[in-house]
């Protein structure tokens, strides 16, 4: 089965730009999630899909990060401004049911 | 605060030998444990999970072991091969089944098998 595909792999921007990433799920998995990590950290949650309403969202940055699911299918995250803390690699993962989580390779942000 | 906490940032092991590698949680109410395995510039997979009404889990040369008393699980990968190279991240939840979006993840431990 084809992976979770996510794009671009690296951004480069500056701060106070805004930048958005987007996430495709594995074909039938009604679950998609956004995880945050940040160098030496392990992945945070940051925002939870079940179709395209969201289940949870209570790490989320509200007032710069922000997200959608159109169709319950494809996903975007966006961060409108950035700061030099939100360099991290976003992760996108989907899931069946009560699976385990399958994570995209992500994409690497560098805020400058 | 960190409810689940990978101590060793780091572990180098022999090729053929065992590796073990260890994960700490503060939170009680956790009751599903999950490990994951991470490649550079690849995103994590799902390695093997152990729910808290057993005390080992096995899947080929991994095994988790679950300690509830002192919240503590480990990995053990035997024998150790130069392909298991990789970060580890201990993953934990509070509720077993259903969405397993809000798992809690440790910092990782990275391991290196040595041919």
């Known amino acids: 089965e084809a992976g979770v595909a996510q794009s671009p792999r690296y951004k480069i921007i500056e701060k106070r730009q805004s930048v958005a990433f987007w996430c495709n799920p594995i074909s039938g998995h009604a679950t998609l999630y956004w995880y945050q990590q940040i160098l030496g950290q392990g992945p945070k949650l940051l925002i939870q899909f079940q179709n395209n309403g969201v289940v949870d969202d209570s790490q989320l940055p509200k007032d710069r990060f922000s997200a959608e699911r159109l169709k319950g299918v494809d996903s975007t995250l966006k961060i409108q401004p950035a700061k030099l803390e939100d360099s991290a690699v976003y992760l996108c993962a989907s899931s069946f049911i009560s699976s385990p989580l399958h994570f995209g390779n992500g994409t690497r942000l560098t805020v400058t | 605060d960190q409810q689940v906490k990978q101590n060793s940032p780091s572990l180098s092991v022999q090729e053929g030998r065992i590796s073990i590698l260890n994960c700490d949680y503060t939170n009680s109410m956790f009751d599903y444990f999950l490990w994951y395995k991470k490649y550079p510039a690849e995103g994590p997979t799902f390695l093997i999970s152990i729910s808290s009404i057993k005390d080992k889990n096995e899947d080929g040369r991994f095994t988790v072991f679950l300690n509830k008393s002192a919240k503590h699980l480990s990995l053990h990968i035997v024998p150790s091969q130069p392909g298991d190279s990789a970060v580890y991240f201990c993953?934990?939840?509070?509720?077993?089944?259903?969405?397993?979006?809000?798992?809690?993840f440790g910092k990782g431990t990275k391991l290196s098998v040595k041919p």
């Open positions: 993953a934990a939840k509070e509720s077993y089944g259903g969405s397993q979006g809000n798992l809690i």
